[in-house]
């Protein structure tokens, strides 16, 4: 069973699907759950800093989306509080600072007049992300504090130039400055904007609707308002004869973590970013155990380093400790909760498998992971998942392919939709973290 | 190891999933509890399985294969025989949720558990070859350097060889 940490006002622990294994000549694959859980203290919050990167290019025009941008700006503009900060920047072929934070302290009216305008601005009808995010981040480092939530948000239709230059401008922040990603249409690289946001432990959004972006800029705005810690980090130690077979992220979005492998020290490490208050943030490890003979055994230790308000570098610890038995009865069933998240993760795994062996041609490998991962949605009861997944499987018997328009936009809301993690009501949640 | 019913990957005991097609796998078939010798450094990973591409090995109908029996001479019921057809024996212990169905099945025969459920194949042919498919305990012949995984060799008339912590008399005809 896990050994529970709580240290000042964050809960961390590790819960293991099995707390009783055999004592088995083989190999034995276990998943471990390090979770973590900040509380919320009094009503407090972190002022934000936030660097606003709008794409003006010339697609932006379809759609009525610049208006709708100009709508979620505006909203978001009147949410700020006096001690917050904001810069907005324009890009195309160039980048253009439409507000600094100074003039949006001085006159909230004028940089409202000024985003209406965004469609007037003369810089061309390309898509350089990277001069934007430069703009925006040159904007955020003058009003940059740890006492602060910094944070790009990013938002585009087109795929870049120098998408290089993106995600290293996104990873160089990393600890400093996070940055969440907003895709509209279907033109833009989604990989790109995912692994810019995952960079950095921020959120990534799949935009169909155009008429949708004021209401994801407010969940995004709502989302910063809780966050509870900034620069999170994990550090596991696996015991011996503990081997890494793959790593998630496990809430409160899904995705796996790049090239994560422990060092020489049998040391792995994975970064978090910041860190939403009474909402869970964990990570999945999918661990292969070694023969043993019985006895209890520490699988590993987990340390959690983050920058609480006015209190930088917090560490909170947990142990993932199993039994190995020879004793068939004293294997009880995996635990509920655990399960849930390795049948998400194991659901999202398959829908990019599926991906991947359809975009290379192997489209009866790419039919069968998807109908597998339709019947794991159905098991877990998850209807939008399931009916977004079953779209994208008619789509692509259809067309043999994702090259279409149609299959492409199935294929970005299922990868969103399944991207978000769901958690089991508090309930059932407190029962399995009791058992 | 557990197969997948659909595509026949065989996945890690304790997954969840099919690795390859993302099949839902059979609650994990619980390994048979099988303690390690006590000298056993306990952080040696173990794979414990026979290579899946293993080829079946022809078996010529023209060719007189040989008779062959395998005699216990030690470590378990001494005296009890085997007699081995031809081609492939599986040496082992009966398991029927790892899929293990030994011709040479020494589930009775080996209390310790010191034989890996799918331990070594014997294959009976002009030849008789003896080949180790990845046991814990490994596999000894006269008394020799214990076998590699994966690397057959031949038995003659006489042969005494090692299974785990059962001995046996080889008889070759």
Redesign the interface.
């Known amino acids: 069973m896990s050994v529970p940490h709580v240290s000042g006002s964050i809960g961390f622990h590790a819960l293991s699907s099995r707390d009783a294994i055999l004592s088995s000549a083989e190999n034995f694959v276990l998943y471990l759950l390090l979770e973590a859980q900040p509380h919320a203290v009094g009503g407090r919050r972190l002022p934000l800093n936030l660097g606003i990167v709008l794409d003006r290019s010339g697609s932006m025009y379809d759609e009525q989306r610049l208006d709708y941008v100009s709508e979620a700006v505006t909203y978001l503009i009147d949410q700020l509080g006096p001690e917050d900060r904001a810069a907005i920047v324009a890009f195309a072929d160039r980048a253009a600072v439409v507000a600094t934070s100074d003039q949006l302290q001085q006159d909230k009216a004028r940089v409202k007049r000024a985003i209406d305008d965004i469609d007037l601005l003369e810089i061309g009808g390309g898509t350089q992300m990277a001069l934007g995010m430069e703009a925006a981040l040159a904007e955020v480092e003058k009003n940059y504090s740890p006492d602060r939530l910094n944070r790009l948000l990013i938002l585009t239709d087109g795929q870049t130039y120098e998408e290089r230059k993106c995600l290293d401008l996104a990873r160089k922040q990393h600890g400093r400055i996070s940055c969440s990603t907003l895709g509209v249409g279907i033109e833009f690289n989604e990989k790109l904007l995912m692994e810019m946001a995952e960079a950095s432990g921020a959120n990534y959004h799949f935009i169909n609707d155009p008429a949708t972006i004021p209401g994801i800029f407010s969940s995004e705005l709502l989302g910063l308002r809780n966050v509870a810690l900034t620069n999170a980090r994990m550090e596991v130690r696996l015991s011996a004869g503990v081997e890494l077979k793959e790593a998630y992220r496990a809430s409160p979005q899904i995705y796996p973590f790049k090239n994560a492998l422990p060092n020489a020290e049998r040391l792995l490490s994975l970064a978090l970013g910041d860190v939403e208050a009474e909402t869970a943030t964990s990570v999945l490890l999918v661990l292969v155990l070694a023969p043993r003979n019985p006895g209890r055994v520490r699988l590993a230790q987990a340390s959690l380093y983050y920058d609480a308000p006015s209190a930088p570098g917090q560490c909170a610890k947990a142990d993932a400790v199993v039994t190995y038995t020879l004793d068939r009865g004293a294997v009880g069933k995996a635990n509920a909760y655990v399960m849930n998240l390795v049948d998400q993760v194991s659901i999202a795994k398959m829908q990019s498998q599926a991906e991947a062996a359809a975009a290379s041609g192997n489209m009866d490998k790419a039919t069968r992971l998807l109908g597998n991962a339709i019947s794991g949605t159905q098991r877990l009861g998850h209807t939008k998942a399931t009916q977004v997944l079953v779209s994208l499987q008619n789509e692509m018997k259809k067309t043999q392919s994702l090259e279409s328009r149609a299959a492409k936009t199935q294929l970005l809301t299922a990868q969103a939709t399944l991207r978000k993690t769901q958690m089991l009501d508090p309930e059932s949640v407190k029962d399995a973290l009791q058992e | ?1 557990i197969q997948c019913a ?2 026949g990957h065989d996945n ?7 690795d390859a ?4 796998l059979p609650a994990t078939a ?7 010798p ?1 000298d ?1 450094p ?8 026979a290579p899946a591409d293993t080829p079946p090995v022809p078996v010529s109908l023209n060719a007189v294969a040989l008779k062959a029996k395998l005699t216990i001479t030690r470590g378990g019921t001494v005296g009890k025989e085997f007699v081995l057809q031809t081609g492939d024996n599986l040496v082992g212990r009966w398991d029927p949720d790892s899929g293990a169905f030994p011709e040479v099945d020494l589930e009775l025969d080996d209390p310790e ?1 010191r034989i ?2 799918k331990h070594a194949l014997l294959r009976v042919a002009e030849r008789l070859s003896l080949e180790d498919i990845g046991s ?1 305990n490994g596999t000894f012949v006269n008394r020799g350097k214990r076998l590699d995984p994966g690397s057959p060799v031949t038995l003659t008339d006489g042969d005494e060889i090692i299974i785990g912590k059962t001995f046996f008399k080889v008889s070759v005809s």
């Open positions: 190891m659909e595509c890690m005991d304790g997954l969840e999933y099919c097609c993302g099949a839902k619980a390994p048979t509890p099988e303690p390690l006590v056993a306990p952080d040696v990973a173990v794979a414990v399985s558990a890996s459920r814990l």
